[in-house]
């Protein structure tokens, strides 16, 4: 076990740097941000200075290493617009991102699986017809449109639903969270669905196929049978081994709702770290960028190492053996 | 039961009633696409951030509701001598913390503001020493003679000496470093208001200053400002209610706010140009099917695109009728600007097919243009109008539209041959334009920094460096309006029109709109 979490370490680090060495090739591309410093006003002599004192008339190669000392000492600088240590910047929104990504994960676990077992059993149902064709609605509609629909409909029309924000928050220490205040779940609600209905769907039809493949295996029969009844096959049995696919999706899916809430943060103003991301990109704040990408690497890494470490714990084959046998 | 659930919901709906009315009699809720990115008033040099800054801090020099230029901290100031400005200073004034205002704070913000790290260099650039004259009086020497320095003043926010140097925040902020300064996150000016709460991003909450030396007009005793960057969302929630106040509301979403029973749109110009330049210096332009030579140096051509862009059309298909067509490089509100220059060569598509054959280019040519499409607005849409407008003198335009990160450091760097740029004047004065857009590029001088398509007539820089210097009034007009005239006459740029501002604002909200875009607070009074 400590040999394979040693391996799976130091090929964590290896996607690290590739994802930072990459981010910071793209960075070229993105523009300079001292035209945005320093106004219409200034002389080219203070421009020229600016861009020296922030490293950027230095060779690719040599403010890449900068930025990789720095990162290993987990310091990203400061961001260039807002003049703040951007492991601050991150810290203020990475508690908005998490718990709107948390809730939307149980959302649609909590939505989808039921939708998918009840597809399953009563295949052809009308019931189960119009799940299908919503899902594909959910997998197909582009996030920012429903995220529009949603605040046109409950807040503009219907006025029940606040449509942008966090609302009232909580602060524990560093960590700001809106799910200890009403106000903070009714601003919540809107984003979370938002940010759900392409996981839900996804978890809809995933549960779907799986349970149909397992209700036709044979101890399904054979359970059948033995004369069981069908809550206990159909919950006891085909649901149980349905959801291990399952699990593993939604756990790497949570780091996708972590990086892709880019867009549900935009459309709701959610200050979490998607946003951060955004408004550093249109203005070229390489800092923010950067440890924003380093950051989202190093999530998805972590709960890989996580669900396969899962892995070996279920699956004994994979362990490695002591060697002698 | 039942009745008891009712008479429950009732009264916790009433309380919540009294709530939101006990905070509307007080608050007013604004949101902008943006958010000040540091409270430190010498940090950037954009408006946004000196406009919500200017709440909490002051200058020696400010503006009233007609941009007519007014006492603030200063309340008197004559010229000593053609370099020497005095300056007598208010007394009594304090900071938020108490402190008193004096000379040695003026002193303090000008070193500040000419630091390491300040993004406000350029408005000392022409200064050449600060001097405290006694404790309520100062005097400021240029470099040369500068009869706008006020002008200049009016965005070098005051900060206190005592207070930077108890709170690390001498210097604005050190990027080389990594230190942050509180200053970014605190405010401690002379203000009407002061910030209670700041979540970067998220949500700022000023409120009144008690200690305020003025009397303050509006009724407002808190805002609460909130970045809403996507306009979708902006202008669903001003019609919800959930904010009162916000800016800037998209050209397309004008009607439906007025259609609100609830809400309206304050509009009115706003101080910035938008216009097209051209390369007139290279014998070969860029990007262009013309070889061997530049059209544009010919006059005729230059003409020609001018009397071919369809401007009316512009303003109502484009802009939706939120602009306001010009034929100067300065609108009305920056002094210079006069309503007889202000006549636009007429739109004739004949006359300028008329003009490109005389140039001879009946058959017309290929020509490359660079437009951002993320900075003004509809900024892209007026390219691909113009381009269509071209085509009808046999232009073809390859319209290269891309975001403001990308665009800048391109046109800074002169890689275009026909660009889009839009400029307002930060010392509401002509020469600002006449020496950034108009005068030849001189990287030693900085003079034509903007000029990106290096137009350039030596009597028109002969003039904008006298009328620099020239302290009569009249005269000075005289001369901007002679040299206005220079570059109608030789078409060095192609203007187009004024943006127009488009607020969005509640019905129990009246405030007042200045064409620099700035919202004081203290004239936004909430309606019982």
């Known amino acids: ?325 | 039961m039942k009745a008891q659930k009712t008479l429950l919901s009732v009264s916790v709906a009433s309380a919540l009633l009294a709530l939101s009315l006990g905070a509307a009699a007080q608050t007013v809720r604004i949101a902008n696409q943006g958010d000040a990115l540091s409270l430190d008033p010498h940090s950037l040099n954009e408006s946004l951030q000196l406009s919500v800054d200017s709440n909490a801090y002051e200058a020696l020099v400010g503006w009233n509701k007609k941009l007519e230029m007014v006492p603030m901290l200063a309340t008197s100031w004559k010229q000593m001598s053609p370099t020497v400005w005095r300056f007598e200073l208010r007394k009594g004034v304090q900071f938020h913390d108490g402190t008193p205002f004096t000379a040695d704070d003026v002193v303090f913000t000008m070193g500040r503001i000419a630091a390491d790290g300040s993004d406000m260099k350029a408005y000392s650039n022409d200064v050449k020493e600060t001097r405290k004259i006694d404790s309520h009086t100062v005097e400021i020497e240029t470099k040369t003679p500068l009869p706008i320095l006020p002008q200049i003043l009016s965005q070098v926010y005051v900060m206190s000496k005592k207070w930077c140097e108890e709170n690390n925040a001498v210097r604005p902020v050190d990027r080389r470093k990594g230190v942050e300064n509180t200053a970014s996150f605190k405010t401690n000016g002379t203000g009407p208001f002061h910030v209670r709460e700041r979540q970067p991003g998220v949500r700022t909450v000023f409120v009144r200053n008690p200690r305020y030396w003025g009397k303050v007009e509006g009724n407002v005793q808190e805002v609460v400002f909130t970045p809403i960057a996507n306009p979708a969302t902006r202008v669903a929630a001003l019609l919800s209610g959930e904010i009162d106040v916000m800016e800037p509301v998209p050209v397309q979403d004008i009607a439906r706010v007025n259609a609100n029973a609830n809400t309206r749109v304050l509009a009115g110009p706003e101080l910035r140009t938008i216009f097209l330049g051209m390369d007139q210096k290279r014998d070969e332009l860029l990007y262009s099917s013309v070889k061997g030579k530049n059209p544009f140096k010919d006059k005729r051509v230059r003409q020609a695109f001018y009397q071919a862009i369809d401007i009316d059309s512009i303003k109502r298909v484009v802009m939706r009728g939120a602009s306001r067509p010009t034929a100067l490089m300065v609108g009305p509100g920056i002094n210079g600007w006069t309503d007889a220059q202000d006549k636009r060569l007429p739109f004739d598509v004949d006359a300028a097919k008329k003009l490109m054959a005389e140039a001879g280019y009946a058959e017309g040519f290929e020509v490359s243009m660079n437009c951002p499409n993320d900075r003004y607005v509809n900024d892209a849409q007026i390219c691909q109008a113009v381009a269509a407008n071209l085509s009808r003198i046999n232009v073809k335009i390859n319209l290269q539209a891309e975001t403001k990160g990308t665009y800048f450091p391109k046109i800074l760097r002169r890689d275009t041959s026909f660009y889009m740029l839009g400029w307002t004047p930060s010392t509401y004065d002509s020469h600002n334009a006449l020496n950034a857009l108009m005068r030849c590029p001189d990287d030693k001088t900085g003079s034509g920094q903007f000029n990106l398509g290096s137009y350039c007539n030596p009597k028109l820089d002969e003039l904008t460096v006298k009328l620099g210097a020239e302290t009569d009034q009249a005269k000075r007009n005289a001369m901007i309006k002679e040299a206005f005239q220079i570059h109608i006459d030789e078409v060095g740029h192609l203007p187009l029109h004024q943006q127009t501002l488009a607020w969005g604002v509640s019905k129990k909200v009246e405030l007042t709109q200045l064409a620099d875009n700035y919202m004081p607070f203290k004239w936004i009074t909430l309606k019982k």
């Open chain 1, 1 to 325: 076990m400590g040999a394979f979490v040693l391996r799976r370490l130091i090929q964590a680090i290896i996607v690290m740097v590739s994802v930072a060495f990459i981010a910071f090739l793209l960075f070229q591309y993105v523009g300079d941000p001292v035209v945005f410093l320093l106004g219409q006003d200034a002389t080219p002599e203070q421009i020229r200075q600016l861009r020296a004192d922030l490293g950027l008339d230095q060779p690719f190669f040599v403010q890449f290493w900068h930025f990789l000392i720095n990162a290993a000492q987990g310091e990203f600088g400061l961001s260039l617009r807002q003049g703040a240590k951007v492991s601050r910047l991150l810290g203020e929104r990475f508690p908005a991102t998490f718990e709107l990504a948390l809730v939307a994960a149980v959302l649609a676990l909590i939505v989808g699986v039921p939708m998918g077992v009840y597809a399953a059993l009563k295949r052809g149902s009308f019931m189960s017809q119009m799940f299908m064709t919503l899902s594909l609605l959910g997998v197909s509609l582009p996030t920012f449109l429903i995220g529009i629909l949603l605040i046109l409909v409950f807040s503009v029309w219907l006025g029940w639903l606040p449509s942008f924000g966090r609302g009232e928050t909580v602060q524990f220490g560093w960590w700001s969270s809106g799910l200890f205040t009403v106000d903070g779940w009714l601003h919540m609600i809107l984003p979370a669905i938002t940010l759900a209905i392409f996981q839900l769907t996804l978890i809809m039809r995933l549960v779907r196929a799986e349970m149909l493949e397992v209700l036709r295996t044979d101890y399904i029969k054979f359970a059948r049978a033995r004369g069981l009844t069908d809550r206990a096959i159909n919950f006891g049995h085909a649901l149980k081994n349905t959801l291990v696919p399952v699990l593993t999706i939604t756990g790497l899916q949570l780091g996708g709702l972590i990086a892709f809430a880019i867009i549900t943060e935009t459309v709701f103003q959610w200050p979490g770290m998607g946003l951060l991301f955004i408004q550093a990109v249109t203005f070229a704040d390489v800092p923010v960028m950067a440890a924003y990408l380093c950051l989202i690497a190093l999530i998805f890494v972590v709960i890989n190492l996580i669900v396969d470490m899962l892995y070996v714990v279920v699956d004994p084959r994979l362990r490695v053996a002591p060697g002698g046998h």
